[in-house]
């Protein structure tokens, strides 16, 4: 079966650093993908990793270990505006570059003053 | 950047009634567009690959005579919920890959439906 976890909630202060962490089970894997999602918007691009290891782009960085099914999102010097969900999706087998993407239930981030 | 758009942003309808959302690519052209659907505090769950010039693949589950779908020209596919019932009160979001080699997919903003 086709399983993502991520916590429910995370709450964190401004100018702090919060990782969100993501577990899978998928029948294929065709990478990971990080996305963020302000309520009632579209979510947008955050990061990719198709190979293990750590992808950084300025403050938001994101690890792949495929032997474990995991990743992580580190987000750095948080701001209020990064209050959003924060989705863990991993695309699947078919449709080569253009696959589906199999999204977790998302992680609500809340970051107080 | 690229841009993907849906319309309308939210509709409310009665049941037994049928709605048409739209997706369109802005500046891209888009063989290829996914139909997500989101119940509240639940994952995106796709619906159906939309193809344009054939027909949609629908994923498990998911009634293709009643989730239609047309993606008929290289930056719109439409989705029609037919004879719709309070389940089907959700948030349907479309997103379409920039072109055939890319990995990222851009996202709509979405489309609240409420069947009342």
């Known amino acids: 079966g086709q399983n993502i976890d991520q916590p429910t909630e995370m709450t964190a202060t401004e100018g702090a650093i919060v990782q969100i962490n993501c577990t899978y089970q998928?029948?294929?894997?065709?990478?990971l993908f990080w996305y963020q999602q302000h309520a009632g918007e579209a979510p947008t691009f955050l990061s990719y990793?198709?190979?293990?290891g750590l992808e950084e782009k300025g403050r938001f960085s994101s690890f792949l270990s495929r032997s474990k099914g995991y990743s992580y999102l580190l987000l750095k010097e948080l701001q209020m505006k990064d209050s959003a969900s924060y989705l863990c999706?991993?695309?699947?087998?078919?449709?080569?570059?253009?696959?589906?993407?199999?999204f977790g239930k998302g992680t609500k981030l809340s970051v107080k003053p | 950047g690229a841009v993907v758009s849906q319309h309308p942003s939210w509709v409310i309808c009665k049941s037994g009634t049928s709605v048409k959302i739209e997706c369109r690519s802005l500046?891209?052209?888009?063989?290829?567009m996914f139909w997500y659907r989101q119940f509240p505090k639940q994952s995106l769950m796709l619906m159906a690959t939309?193809?344009?010039?054939?027909?949609?693949?629908?994923e498990q589950g998911v009634e293709k005579d009643k989730f239609l779908i047309n993606h008929a020209s290289l930056t719109l596919s439409t989705l029609t919920v037919t004879s719709a019932h309070p389940e089907d009160s959700s948030f349907y979001i479309c997103?379409?890959?920039?072109?055939?080699?890319?990995?990222?997919?851009?996202f709509g903003p979405g489309t609240r439906l409420t069947v009342t």
């Open positions: 997103s379409a890959p920039r072109d055939r080699g890319s990995y990222e997919q851009y």
């Open positions: 998928t029948s294929g894997f065709n990478g």
């Open positions: 990793n198709v190979l293990d």
């Open positions: 999706a991993v695309r699947g087998n078919y449709g080569g570059s253009q696959g589906n993407l199999i």
């Open positions: 500046d891209f052209q888009a063989t290829t």
């Open positions: 939309s193809n344009e010039g054939s027909k949609a693949t629908y």
